[in-house]
Every structure is written in C-alpha cells, then in structure tokens.
C-alpha cells in the first residue's frame, strides 16, 4: 500500500495568516498611536482580505497552506505524470473513462463526490479493482464551499470521510476541493483529518469546452514530467455530436503521453518514493 508524507502534529501556519494576524494587530493599535490611525488601520485591513481572497481564487496557490501542484521530483525523474479525473462517479461516463486507461495501461487517480459514490458503490469498487485511486471531492461539490468557515468545512469533510471509508474500507489521504477555491479555514480542518490539498500543472476546462482539440492542447502543450492533469468524468462537456468530451480528448492525450515516454500514476504512487516521505509543509517544494 502506498503512503503520503507525514503530517506534524500540529497545522504550520503560513507566512501570509502570521503576517495577517500582525496586520490585524496593527490596524487595532494605529487609532491608539495617531491621529486618524482608524483610517489607515482601515486600509491595511481592507488589503489583507484581498490578498487572502485572491489568494482562496487562485486554486494553484500555497499561500493558504499546503498544495499539490506538481509530482516530486523523484516522480518526474522517473518521467510520470498523474491524470487526475474529477466530479463522478457517473455511471454513463466513468466506465468508458476506465475502458480507455485500460487499453493504455495508465493509471489515474479519481476525486470523486461522496454522495455520488454511494449512489453507485459498486461503480467506485470498479474504479479501485482496476488499479486506480479514489480521493475525496467533498461529500456535496457545493458552489458555496470555499464561502464555508470552520465547522462548515468540519462537517463537509469530516462526512465524505466517513462515507469514502464505509465504501472503500480505507479513508482518501487527499483533498481536491471544488473548482480549486478556498478560504484560510479549510486547511486546519484538512491537516486534522490527515488530508493533502492537491490541485493541478494544467487543466484542459473540459466541464465548459466542447472543443475536444482546444481541450487536448491545453492539456499537452508543453507537457512534462511531474505535471498533474485535470480531467473530469462528472459534469463533462459534451461535444457537437453529444459525446463527452474526455471520451474525446484521453486517446490522443495518452498516445502524446506515451510518445513523449510519459508514464501516468496515480497521485498515491508518485507520493510513495523515499524522497516524498517528508514532513510537511514541505510539500511546498513539490509545488513549486
């Protein structure tokens, strides 16, 4: 069985909330220091939050905590991407989906939605059968997740947890939260539940393009080792011609994969080297 690094007992802060705590700090003290202090006590808080709000849009971003953007470098080393496949399992498109990673001999890692899962249990037992991984997508993939605060994010987490765990006998040690977004509150809760925040290198937009050949190029232009790829099985696009459009794009995607002698694994496998097994935060450096 594969493993993922270590957690420190307890959540490291990052640099941006300890800085945002002495902004906090000194916008209260300004109004006792000077004349008109509220007023720049005012400006300093207002920068603050958007940094930390531009910083919960960027889905890319470690300034939060934690985030998976890329492989280790052992993983790219050994030339492996990961295909990560979202918002399923839906019982027209996933089996198609593992069809075609069959017929390539790639693995992927699935996040799927909790609730979904457990209305096609035996779907998600077929995803896991065939070698890939299955990690946690929140229980309800809610637009309104990254609004939540602490005991929202407790009970969406904590509830996909339990429901991954009933059905797959063991709990996901990842975390792909909807579209990416986020607020400082999600990764105390993630840290507690052992959880890894893992985002993307590239993402092909194939829940809104229907143009499997734009989705394909954003996938592989430029594609290298170490890149994590977004796909999704769930609220996929569909073509013209009604076809889903990563039905479309994965052939080609894993011909170019196999051609530039790219090997696709899931998360959990690349994660598994020595080098990877390391404390965090230091999974920044994998991030970078």
């Not at 959540?11 to 002495?22: F, T």
């Not at 080792?225 to 039905?247: E, M, Q, S, Y």
């Not at 051609?259 to 994998?286: C, F, I, K, Q, S």
Request: charged content about 20%.
């Amino acid at each position: 069985m594969t493993s993922l690094p270590t957690f420190p007992p307890a959540w490291p802060v990052p640099p941006l909330l300890k800085l945002s705590a002495a902004c906090h700090l000194a916008a209260a003290l300004l109004p006792l220091a000077v004349p008109e202090g509220w007023r720049w006590g005012l400006a300093l808080l207002l920068a603050n939050h958007a940094i930390i709000t531009a910083a919960g849009l960027w889905p890319r971003s470690s300034w939060l905590g934690a985030n998976l953007t890329r492989l280790p470098a052992d993983a790219a080393a050994r030339c492996e991407i990961a295909l990560t496949i979202d918002d399923g399992p839906d019982p027209e498109v996933t089996p198609a989906v593992l069809d075609l990673l069959d017929a390539h001999a790639a693995r992927a890692t699935f996040f799927c939605i909790a609730e979904r899962a457990a209305r096609h249990p035996a779907l998600l037992q077929d995803i896991l059968r065939r070698g890939h991984s299955v990690q946690n997508h929140t229980q309800h993939h809610s637009h309104r997740f990254s609004l939540l605060g602490p005991g929202g994010f407790e009970r969406e987490i904590a509830t996909s947890q339990a429901t991954f765990t009933r059905l797959t006998g063991q709990a996901p040690t990842l975390f792909r939260a909807p579209a990416g977004l986020r607020n400082p509150f999600l990764a105390p809760v993630l840290h507690r539940h052992g959880l890894l925040l893992a985002s993307w290198t590239r993402r092909g937009y194939d829940t809104r393009e229907r143009d499997p050949a734009r989705v394909l190029a954003r996938l592989s232009d430029g594609l290298g080792a170490g890149d994590i790829l977004l796909l999704h099985d769930g609220h996929a696009a569909r073509t013209a011609a009604g076809r889903p459009v990563v039905l479309e794009v994965l052939p080609a995607l894993l011909q170019r994969c196999a051609a530039a002698g790219l090997r696709p694994v899931t998360l959990p496998e690349a994660l598994a080297a020595p080098a990877a097994r390391r404390p965090l935060p230091g999974m920044a450096e994998a991030a970078r």
